[in-house]
């Protein structure tokens, strides 16, 4: 429901500034419409929204070992009070 109502607003606004305007680029001036601006921007900051909050790999520091885990040797782990109350 909010990528909706967010993608609903973004259309708002992208069609209400339709008019043209000079884009400096470096050293070159374009005269291009504010719509194919903001369109621009929204799609190259989705795809960097992406690309920075999908889980990558697990990164791991050289030189730190983790310690192993403990076998359980005992299967059971509840206390006597806990059976008590359970039966």
Not at 15 to 39: H, R
Request: hydrophobic residues 45%; proline residues 7%.
């Amino acid at each position: 429901m909010f990528i909706i109502l967010i993608t609903v607003l973004l259309t708002v606004v992208v069609m209400q500034n339709t008019k043209e305007v000079p884009f400096n680029f470096l050293f070159a001036t374009f005269y291009v419409s504010k719509l194919v601006l903001l369109l621009a921007v929204a799609v190259v900051s989705f795809i960097v929204g992406v690309l920075v909050g999908r889980p990558g790999r697990p990164k791991y520091i050289q030189g730190r070992d983790e310690e192993p885990e403990e076998p359980k040797t005992k299967p059971d782990t509840l206390s006597q009070e806990d059976r008590d109350y359970i039966s």
